[in-house]
């Protein structure tokens, strides 16, 4: 117990600092697919591919086949996606961040299978994997 008590800077020091550590990784919510994931999706035509990044970014480099609706213009333009509500869609933006609210918005508009691409195009290029222009 003296211990405790002596140590007690120590040891808040170290909890808050674990949390710190595990905070990324509480704060990610919905559903996400690794490149290898999105990749046999892709493979397979079970997915569509909606990149919601703004056209200069799409225009400088986005996954084959992506269709472009930035975020922004994605609740307006959800029924450009209609027909394919049996597929899977695979939201993509740089990083994973703005994916994964355009995810989220997605399955609200009754997209059963919207996920979000893990680590964005940024993770996609990192693994080597084809990039159109």
């Known amino acids: 117990m003296k211990f ?48 919601v990044r703004d056209p200069a970014a799409y225009a400088a480099g986005h996954l084959r ?6 975020l922004k213009e994605l609740s307006n333009r959800v029924g450009e996606l209609d027909k394919s509500k ?21 399955k609200k508009a009754g997209f059963a299978e919207a996920v979000s691409l893990d680590g964005g195009v940024a993770a996609w290029q990192a693994q080597g994997l084809p990039i159109a222009k």
């Not at 994931?37 to 079970?46: D, F, L, P, V």
């Not at 049996?86 to 997605?106: D, H, R």
Request: hydrophobic residues 50%.
């Open 4 to 51: 405790l008590i002596d140590n007690i800077w120590l040891i808040g020091i170290a909890l808050i600092s674990g949390g710190a550590l595990l905070w990324p990784n509480l704060q990610r919510r919905g559903t996400r697919v690794s490149t290898l994931q999105a990749t046999q999706m892709i493979n397979q035509g079970k997915a569509v591919i909606v990149d």
């Open 65 to 70: 086949d992506a269709k472009n609706i930035p």
């Open 86 to 106: 049996s597929k899977a869609v695979i939201a993509v933006c740089q990083s994973g961040v703005q994916s994964a609210k355009a995810a989220a918005q997605l």
